[in-house]
């Protein structure tokens, strides 16, 4: 279990698996993070990430506001309560509460949302 705000921020290369993640803006400003197994929990997560991974994880619903700024490849299980501006790449979950596009996205802005249900 992992624990406290702002963990992991300017991290590289970083693996973690089968850890519950609670931390208010966890990973931030982090290149080559992989999660596996993984439950992240806590308030906009994984946001301005370089080469981001994630397999088989879930998210809880308090962590919101999820990828702003990140080049990523996600399989999540569950749901996500929302998804913000990602980059560039793929997320894939069951559910995704809302997706944010709002023009403040970097370029290239073409990450490929896509929900399983």
């Given amino acids: 279990k992992l624990n406290g705000n702002y963990l992991g921020q300017w991290g590289r290369n970083i693996e973690v698996f089968d850890s519950e993640i609670h931390s208010r803006d966890a990973f931030w400003n982090t290149e080559n993070l992989h999660l596996v197994n993984c439950h992240i929990k806590g ?6 990430c370089e080469n981001l991974v994630l397999e088989n994880c879930t998210f809880d619903p308090d962590a919101d506001l ?3 700024y990140c080049t990523v490849h996600a399989d999540i299980r569950g749901a996500v309560t929302s998804v913000k501006n990602p980059t560039s790449g793929e997320i894939v979950a069951d ?11 970097l370029p290239p802005a073409n990450c490929k949302i896509v929900t399983r249900k």
């Fill in 43 to 48: 308030q906009q997560p994984l946001c301005y």
């Fill in 95 to 105: 559910s995704i509460g809302e997706i944010i596009l709002d023009g403040n996205a």
């Fill in 66 to 68: 999820a990828f702003e």
